[in-house]
């Protein structure tokens, strides 16, 4: 129980790491996603836009009861890093500067970026670690070459080593493309078995996982912003523990999926069934292109899948939901390049038995929900690494707000409900300041 100081601040706040100094961002894939993070974040500083859709940026956070009226803006509650001392660099296996990949990605319209040019010229990719093996759709041209995967990720720790020299703290956040499906297999079960897959080339050792290891390696969080099997794996784990490494699930939670977790919880409170939830997609650019092979689809599809069976709990309610059909498509169509269309069509009944349809229909802009998603996982891992408590935990499973599979600790089921993982983040927050927790019980109002 935190006594409260000016500001929000409160006794717990001083076990952590102020967070002076320069925070490296190292974005691996500089594609739409991540150059609309990149010039999201240089507007913003510059005054041109507002962070929407940012909780680290906008986000408040309520502290004590109802009628004390204390609310201050997360950013002035917890220390987290402010926006002029993020530093980007990144890797990328084309060699386009942030400006001409934003300008291709057409993202962001053409008036903004010349605006933000002079700076985003000088963010330009290192090359990358890449194998066609796991992402088919894509011809990589600036691409590092190694005798085996353990010198790849020796390669990939000089590159944070020496981006380490230029800054105070690095984070590094996966925002490449989705890579082939691949099943954890005795290679990923500890790290010994993992480095020995290093030396012998193991094709279930995919180039995420190289940079992943070499973050860990480095004592970096990493963040993975795509659906591919990166981090969550025992190796991983033991690895992020060890080096006071954070980590945090996969797959930025942003249109359907997002709307899905806000959506089920709906139904299953009101005790509403299920009969089927038909799920499609169109979207035209670069991700819809790698999603278009069946491979990498797969990839995407288990990651969207999982959430409606871990929201619905069917073993407990069987008369509601033990026969749901769910099904996923995405379609490549390039017309509409970054703006997604996605239509849910989901049976429900009622009473007795009635059925009844919802129809969703989203025309969202891919890239534009990600970025915000980008900027507040970097800042919190990097405050996770900061927090003598949280540090040393491996997952960090209050970042599941964010991802379509959250990662937690072994044999526990992952929460998707939206409004659980906003609570469960912002207790969190509360919890490392030495902050009550809020618990909405509320009847000491009624006292
Ligand atoms: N936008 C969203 O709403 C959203 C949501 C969830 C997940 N994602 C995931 O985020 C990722 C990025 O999406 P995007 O729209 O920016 O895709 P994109 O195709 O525009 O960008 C991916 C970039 O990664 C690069 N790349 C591929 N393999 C690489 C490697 N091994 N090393 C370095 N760079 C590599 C590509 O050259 C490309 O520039 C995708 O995996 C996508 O599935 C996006």
């Not at 980590?247 to 709906?266: E, H």
């Not at 849910?344 to 007795?352: E, S, V």
């Not at 998603?373 to 003598?388: E, G, N, S």
Request: hydrophobic share 40%; glycine share 8%; net charge neutral.
């Amino acid at each position: 129980m935190g006594t409260e100081k000016q500001g929000g601040q409160t006794a717990g706040a001083s076990k952590i790491a102020p967070a002076t100094g320069k925070l490296g961002v190292m974005v691996v894939g500089l594609g739409a996603v991540a150059t609309t993070f990149i010039a999201g974040v240089e507007a913003v500083r510059r005054g041109l836009a507002k962070p929407i859709g940012s909780m680290t940026q906008m986000g408040t956070i309520r502290l004590g009861k109802r009628t004390d009226n204390n609310t201050p803006r997360v950013k002035d509650f917890v220390p987290l890093a402010d926006l002029k001392d993020v530093v980007f660099t990144g890797w990328d296996i084309f060699e386009d500067n942030v400006y001409e990949s934003a300008a291709h990605a057409k993202v962001l319209d053409e008036k903004l970026l010349d605006q933000l040019k002079p700076y985003l010229e000088t963010i330009k990719p290192l090359p990358a670690v890449f194998d066609q093996y796991y992402v088919k759709r894509l011809h990589g041209t600036h691409v590092k070459k190694g005798k085996n995967k353990r010198d790849l990720v020796n390669q990939l720790r000089a590159d944070i080593q020496a981006f380490k020299k230029t800054v105070d703290r690095v984070v590094v956040i996966w925002c490449a493309s989705t890579e082939i499906y691949i099943k954890a297999t005795d290679v990923h079960q500890s790290i010994e078995a993992f480095e020995k897959g290093l030396d012998n080339d193991d094709i279930a050792i995919a180039p995420s996982q190289l940079y992943a290891y070499a973050a860990l390696s480095e004592g970096v969080p990493f963040a993975n912003g795509a659906p591919n099997l990166t981090v969550d794996f025992p190796a991983m784990v033991e690895l992020s523990k060890r080096n006071a490494a954070p980590i945090c699930g996969r797959d930025f939670k942003t249109g359907q999926t997002m709307m899905k977790t806000v959506l089920a919880p709906a139904f299953k409170a009101r005790l509403l069934g299920v009969s089927g939830w038909f799920s499609t997609n169109i979207l035209g650019n670069r991700d819809g292109e790698v999603l278009d092979d069946p491979e990498s689809f797969k990839t995407k599809e288990e990651s969207k899948l999982g959430s409606l069976d871990y929201i619905f709990q069917p073993e407990l309610y069987p008369d509601l939901y033990k026969d749901l059909y769910h099904k996923i498509r995405i379609n490549y169509y390039p017309p509409r390049g970054d703006d997604k269309e996605a239509w849910d069509n989901i049976d429900i009944f009622g009473w007795l038995g009635y059925p009844m349809q919802i129809k969703v229909n989203f025309l969202c802009r891919d890239s534009i929900l990600a970025a915000p998603i980008a900027l507040d996982l970097v800042l919190f891992l990097d405050l996770a690494k900061r927090t003598p408590e949280l540090r040393s935990l491996g997952v960090q499973e209050w970042l599941s707000f964010y991802l379509k599979s959250p990662q937690t600790a072994e044999g526990l089921y992952p929460e998707h409900d939206l409004f659980i993982q906003s609570m469960k983040l912002k207790n969190t927050l509360r919890h490392i300041m030495g902050a009550e927790l809020i618990t909405h019980l509320g009847l000491e109002y009624y006292d």
